[in-house]
């Protein structure tokens, strides 16, 4: 049995409409795609100032699902429905988040349900990792036909000058470990595995045993391993 399962979330974003609950932003100014410009995409621990999906209502012309991503451009991201929410902050190890209530309709009804949160990691596992002894690979980003090298960095710093600032380089995962108490039930990176949320094979069961909907599963072999 793998140590990781890979969660697909099944797509419901062609079906979503927003509309406004009150006319509080500025023109021009859709708070999801802010959300992204000022935490999801570069590295960084900053916990959210604002929900951005206050002010809206969102409308999902089908029903919504138990265990959904949040779109966007939103990576650690993810809708839930809070009676799940409940179970998985009780029962499993999860990295640090913060929660916001979200209001919505389904199909063509007009009541307003709020039985659903959006949560978000912001502490990206990246920042967990054990550079020293975990293994990358890196090629030149022109280069489509060489090797590449394998190379181990000295700290997360180092990976973050390459990553951001020496855009010459892709670099791909080849042996990733993360710091002890890093040991998480779900999770996501932020660049590594493209993003991708990953879960434990308890959690995986859990969610077999409760039939929770939104998503696919499947076996991960992923080079990743948590310290003792």
Same mark, same amino acid.
């Given at each position: 049995?793998?140590?990781?399962? /890979? ?7 062609? $079906?979503?409409?927003? /509309?406004?609950?009150? @006319? ?10 802010? &959300? ?15 929900? @951005? ?5 969102? $409308?999902?012309?089908? /029903?919504? *699902?138990?265990? $959904? ?11 839930? /429905? ?18 916001? @209530? ?11 349900q709020s039985d659903l949160s959006f949560v978000y990691f912001y502490q990206p596992l990246e920042k967990s990792i054990n550079f020293k002894n975990s293994r990358f690979g890196l090629r030149f980003r022109k280069d489509k036909y060489a090797d590449g090298i394998s190379k181990k960095f000295a700290s997360y710093e180092e990976y973050i000058d390459i990553l951001y600032h020496k855009n010459d380089y892709l670099i791909t995962p080849l042996e990733v470990i993360v710091e *002890? ?16 949320? &990953? ?15 939104? &998503? ?13």
């Amino acid at each position: 049995m793998p140590d990781f399962f /890979r969660i697909s979330f099944n797509s419901h974003l062609k $079906s979503l409409d927003f /509309r406004f609950d009150e @006319p509080i932003y500025p023109e021009n100014t859709f708070m999801p795609h802010k &959300f992204v410009g000022e935490y999801c995409i570069f590295l960084n621990e900053k916990i959210p100032s604002f929900n @951005p999906f206050h002010g809206y209502i969102l $409308s999902f012309k089908v /029903r919504m *699902k138990d265990f $959904s991503q949040s779109g966007f451009g939103v990576r650690r991201g993810f809708i839930i /429905r809070n009676e799940l929410l409940a179970q998985l902050a009780h029962s499993f190890k999860i990295p640090k988040h913060i929660i916001y @209530p979200i209001k919505y309709t389904k199909g063509k009804s007009l009541e307003i349900q709020s039985d659903l949160s959006f949560v978000y990691f912001y502490q990206p596992l990246e920042k967990s990792i054990n550079f020293k002894n975990s293994r990358f690979g890196l090629r030149f980003r022109k280069d489509k036909y060489a090797d590449g090298i394998s190379k181990k960095f000295a700290s997360y710093e180092e990976y973050i000058d390459i990553l951001y600032h020496k855009n010459d380089y892709l670099i791909t995962p080849l042996e990733v470990i993360v710091e *002890k108490g890093h040991d998480y039930d779900l999770f996501a990176f932020q660049k590594l595995f493209y993003g991708r949320f &990953f879960c434990s094979t308890k959690f995986a069961d859990f969610l077999k045993k409760e039939k929770i909907k939104g &998503f696919t599963l499947t076996e991960s072999n992923i080079n990743l391993s948590f310290e003792s």
